[in-house]
């Protein structure tokens, strides 16, 4: 489907023990790049790892994290330095749900956690990653946002705001790169078969979603070194792949 357009490349995949995060980091690796996989639980990566080796004759390399842990997050861009010199691409697909409660009635803890997952863990990630990206000839940051980041609901306060600031950073930083080798995109997925979809609509029928490896085309593409991706969100329902 894609061949091995990513030969060479290294890539870092937050998130990658399930979803949408898997799914872009099994699917990047089949297209040639080396990944480093990125999530809290250690056996969901090292099971990551087995379909990659089963896919890829490769390993991954390991490293697990929590995305609260702002002084983890520090420290991932010098070892990653350490051991490959640079950084291709950087797929941040890590996020929580957090409460689907109104904003009135919100925990200021329970706000504040999905704050520090899905806003602060971006600007912290960024902050460790930009050096050792400035190394690649074509550095790729692919951050995966939400509808309700332009269209929030209600309930959906905290999860809402935390996608719009996170929008908001990337297109700052992807100004502030733009002299750079490095290339920000922001990609909408939609509705798919995920766990967090299905804590926020239990009654759905997961049946009717996509599964997430349908993500798996875009996000090759976000990718490429020899591509520039477009400064608006990505909506993968409006997509469409590339002939070549």
């Not at 950087?90 to 803890?109: C, D, N």
Request: glycine share 8%; charged share 25%.
């Amino acid at each position: 489907m894609t061949g091995k357009i990513l030969e060479g490349r290294i890539a870092l995949v937050t998130g990658a023990s399930r979803g949408i995060g898997r799914a872009s980091a099994l699917g990047m690796a089949q297209a040639g790049a080396h990944i480093i996989a990125c999530a809290r639980t250690q056996g969901a990566l090292e099971e990551l790892d087995d379909d990659i080796f089963a896919a890829t004759g490769k390993h991954a390399t390991l490293m697990p994290f929590d995305l609260a842990d702002g002084g983890a997050l520090e420290r991932i861009g010098p070892a990653v330095y350490e051991r490959f010199q640079k950084l291709d691409i950087f797929v941040h697909a890590a996020a929580t749900l957090g409460s689907l409660t109104p904003v009135s009635h919100f925990e200021p803890k329970d706000f504040n956690r999905v704050i520090t997952l899905n806003l602060n863990a971006a600007y912290r990630l960024i902050r460790s990653l930009e050096p050792v990206m400035r190394f690649s000839d074509a550095g790729r940051a692919i951050f995966i946002s939400s509808t309700l980041a332009s269209k929030p609901r209600a309930f959906w306060g905290a999860y809402a705001a935390s996608k719009a600031g996170m929008e908001a950073l990337v297109r700052t930083w992807a100004d502030e790169v733009d002299v750079t080798p490095i290339r920000a995109a922001i990609v909408n997925p939609g509705p798919m078969r995920t766990r967090m979809r299905a804590t926020a609509y239990p009654g759905e029928d997961a049946e009717t979603l996509p599964l997430p490896e349908e993500i798996i085309p875009l996000i090759v593409d976000l990718a490429r070194a020899d591509k520039v991706p477009p400064l608006e969100t990505i909506d993968r329902r409006e997509w469409v792949a590339p002939t070549a």
